[in-house]
């Protein structure tokens, strides 16, 4: 069993920056990828960025250029959010997966975290 535990959100202006952090604990040596997913409100849960234990990554078309995720070992996630805009505002939720296809389909993660809010202010 994994758990996640996501930190870093809060409120931003638009153009700002914020890192998020996300901490399994657990069975967590045979995870293998990891990702973020959001939810804004009235919206459904979408992929923003996941990684394999490679290192590979792959990015939602929305983020691309100004977020990068990141990973050291297999318990630690990171999300650096740059040059944000008010269509960011969601709840971020880190996830994992111990299979070896790393994508953004949510069905592949098997672990969620309870999520973390960030707000974009215009």
């Known amino acids: 069993q994994v758990q996640l535990v996501e930190s870093g959100g809060g409120s931003v202006q638009a153009g700002g920056s914020l890192r998020l952090y996300c901490a399994a604990y657990?069975?967590?040596?045979?995870?293998?990828?990891m990702g973020w997913f959001r939810q804004a409100p009235g919206k459904e849960r979408e992929g923003v960025a996941t990684?394999?234990?490679?290192?590979?990554t792959t990015y939602a078309d929305s983020v691309k250029g100004r977020f990068t995720i990141s990973r050291n070992n297999h318990q630690n996630l990171y999300l650096q959010m740059n040059s944000v805009k008010p269509e960011d505002t969601a709840m971020y939720y880190c996830?994992?997966?111990?299979?070896?296809?790393?994508?953004?389909?949510?069905?592949?993660?098997?672990?969620w975290g309870q999520g973390t809010q960030v707000t974009v202010a215009s």
């Open positions: 996830a994992a997966t111990y299979l070896r296809d790393c994508n953004l389909g949510q069905g592949l993660f098997g672990y």
């Open positions: 657990g069975d967590t040596y045979s995870i293998d990828c």
């Open positions: 990684i394999d234990s490679g290192g590979t």
